[in-house]
């Protein structure tokens, strides 16, 4: 079964029709621009182009703790006023039980550590207005 995520609200609803209990694991990333840059992409980066994405907090909730992107966006200021891409996979539980915290807790750990080393294959990113979006 093929499902089309276009924005975060399709995910969430995606993953609110699956057979088993699951957890959104999410790393919300902001963009920083390394010590060694060259003008030209500082010039960018001022511009609101280019930068490195880096790990700045994570956070995991039920799709039924998620009423939408938006309350999403709202609560996320709460802990991280700025914030650039997020991103998120979904994590399974099984015989009707949800993943376990530990589950959860290493699935994060690895999430941020892929987010750390561009190894994004096997997360959705979204921007700040919660379109899925292609990372170059």
């Given at each position: 079964?093929?499902?089309?995520?276009?924005?975060?609200?399709?995910?969430?609803?995606?993953?609110?029709?699956?057979?088993?209990?699951?957890?959104?694991?999410?790393?919300?990333?902001?963009?920083?621009?390394?010590?060694?840059?060259?003008?030209?992409?500082?010039?960018?980066?001022?511009?609101?182009?280019?930068?490195?994405?880096?790990?700045?907090?994570?956070?995991?909730?039920?799709?039924?703790?998620?009423?939408?992107?938006?309350?999403?966006?709202?609560?996320?200021?709460?802990?991280?006023?700025?914030?650039?891409?997020?991103?998120?996979?979904?994590?399974?539980?099984?015989?009707?039980?949800?993943?376990?915290?530990?589950d959860v807790e290493q699935t994060l750990e690895r999430m941020v550590?892929?987010?750390?080393?561009?190894?994004?294959?096997?997360?959705?990113?979204?921007?700040?207005?919660?379109?899925?979006?292609?990372?170059?």
């Open positions: 079964m093929t499902i089309n995520i276009a924005n975060f609200d399709d995910l969430l609803q995606a993953a609110r029709q699956q057979a088993q209990p699951q957890r959104l694991l999410m790393v919300f990333t902001s963009a920083e621009l390394p010590d060694d840059c060259t003008p030209q992409q500082r010039q960018e980066f001022e511009a609101g182009h280019g930068g490195a994405l880096v790990p700045a907090m994570y956070a995991d909730k039920a799709p039924d703790e998620i009423q939408s992107f938006a309350a999403l966006k709202l609560e996320s200021g709460q802990f991280q006023s700025q914030w650039h891409v997020v991103f998120v996979a979904s994590l399974s539980g099984a015989n009707n039980t949800p993943p376990s915290s530990s550590e892929s987010v750390k080393l561009g190894a994004l294959d096997n997360m959705v990113a979204f921007d700040t207005s919660g379109n899925a979006i292609m990372l170059e």
